[in-house]
């Protein structure tokens, strides 16, 4: 939809790739979000370069260029004969999660002073979101 698509109707994580910003940077996104989400479980194997690619509708050196950067993050581990694997270290993926987690809190907040709102204010609007969303449950 506009810039952006999702890649082979594929959206339980979708592969939805915007023209506007670098693929490989989107794919380091997206893979850090199956990995901080448990998608992709401590010490698994991820699948191949080149499945992954074909999965995402990508060059693999795209794919291969985003590994090398979760490999130099550390949530990606080669292992010679076996592929790559998310590491086992959660205490470096829990930090990832709560960096992520951070910078959506800033954009959001940011976002709400933008339309006029302040901190406290955005505050209330998010708790009482969240207990319309118990009622309905």
Do not use: H
């Amino acid at each position: 939809v506009g810039s952006e698509m999702c890649i082979r109707d594929r959206c339980n994580m979708a592969w939805k790739l915007d023209n506007d910003r670098p693929i490989y940077a989107q794919i380091v996104e997206k893979i850090k979000l199956r990995i901080i989400s448990g998608f992709y479980q401590p010490g698994s194997k991820l699948p191949s370069v080149r499945d992954l690619a074909l999965e995402a509708g990508v060059n693999p050196n795209t794919m291969q260029k985003a590994f090398a950067e979760l490999e130099n993050s550390g949530l990606l581990i080669t292992m010679r004969t076996s592929g790559r694997m998310v590491t086992e270290d959660e205490e470096r993926i829990s930090m990832v999660r709560e960096t992520i987690s951070q910078e959506k809190i800033d954009a959001f907040l940011q976002d709400m002073r933008e339309l006029g709102f302040g901190p406290e204010q955005s505050f209330l609007l998010i708790k009482n979101s969240v207990e319309q969303k118990r009622e309905e449950e």
